[in-house]
């Protein structure tokens, strides 16, 4: 079982910049997915990156290449994802999801919205 909890969703304008945190409960020593998508409204969920537990491989969509970057903290034990020239389409919830043993996982969603 994984638990993950989101966090650092807010208001920012556009331009601006955003970190968003998932922090996963696991103790698991074996290497696994941890990946953020985002859902607008009347839209469906789609990927936005992509990384490893180990902090390696990394993979970003097309929409988000050279403004976000995944990141992994050993510290917090979290995958961070940086966003920054955002943009009023980058408005959405973002999910955190964890693919471990063929087990799909998710967060509650943290709320971004860019105005502007």
């Known amino acids: 079982q994984v638990r993950l909890a989101e966090s650092g969703g807010g208001l920012v304008q556009t331009g601006g910049s955003l970190t968003l945190s998932c922090e996963a409960s696991?103790?698991?020593?074996?290497?696994?997915?941890v990946a953020w998508f985002r859902q607008a409204p009347g839209k469906e969920r789609e990927f936005v990156v992509g990384?490893?537990?180990?902090?390696?491989?990394?993979l970003y969509a097309d929409s988000v290449k050279g403004r976000f970057t995944v990141s992994r903290d050993y510290n917090k034990n979290t995958v961070d994802l940086q966003m920054n020239s955002l943009k009023p389409e980058d408005t959405a919830v973002y999910y955190c999801?964890?693919?471990?043993?063929?087990?799909?996982?998710w967060g509650q969603g943290t709320q971004v919205t860019v105005s502007s």
């Open positions: 990384i490893m537990w180990s902090g390696r491989d990394r």
């Open positions: 999801n964890v693919v471990r043993l063929l087990q799909s996982y």
């Open positions: 696991t103790h698991d020593r074996n290497d696994f997915t």
